[in-house]
């Protein structure tokens, strides 16, 4: 595709239900990257991959959040029992290259734990 | 830690006027700075990316320049227009930290007709 694309746009989940989220990378785009913003809040950065290989996971925040990308295209963000604080929207970004973070961002999953 | 600060929060001005957006961040060593815009319900649209040996850029009516010894970019929009409303965030990528980056937390521009 023209753009990377995250799926589901939205999801509304029951607190303690696990959910998926899914990033279509730019076609052979190396680096992706998964941010996560509350609302006002700026983008912060949970995790980050280099082809298959998750090189930084220093920003998952606990032990719930988990993320791959098995064949180096697209990655799957995961999210284990939800919790109210996890409300947030997910973005999902790629670049060419390591080290270029001329990123091109997705649109985002909305996710609302009720 | 890396910080970035952005000021002001949120800003309102009438159409035609000329504006400048700040951001701060607390340690020089970047590899570089980006201006994203973000419109309500979108994702992240990279406006300027200045690497950390230039001093600015331009592109169109926007303006961003960069003083890395200070710590500080602005971002210059010169006539703006209604359709310019939108929250404008700045993200630094550290020299030790490959492509992460870490953003302020906005500056949302609200142009009036």
Known sequence: ?114 | KQEVTQIPAALSVPEGENLVLNCSFTDSAIYNLQWFRQDPGKGLTSLLLIQSSQREQTSGRLNASLDKSSGRSTLYIAASQPGDSATYLCAVARETSGSRLTFGEGTQLTVNP
Do not use: M
């Open chain 1, 1 to 114: 595709g023209a753009g990377v694309s995250q799926s589901p746009r939205y999801k509304v989940a029951k607190r303690g239900q696990d959910v998926a989220l899914r990033c279509d990378p730019i076609s052979g785009h190396v680096s992706l990257f998964w941010y996560q913003q509350a609302l006002g809040q700026g983008p912060e950065f949970l995790t980050y991959f280099q082809n298959e290989a998750q090189l930084d996971k220093s920003g998952l925040p606990s032990d719930r959040f988990f993320a791959e990308r098995p064949e180096g295209s697209v990655s799957t963000l995961k999210i284990q029992r939800t919790q109210q604080e996890d409300s947030a929207v997910y973005l999902c970004a790629s670049s060419l290259v390591y080290g270029n973070t001329e990123a091109f961002f997705g649109q985002g999953t909305r996710l609302t734990v009720v």
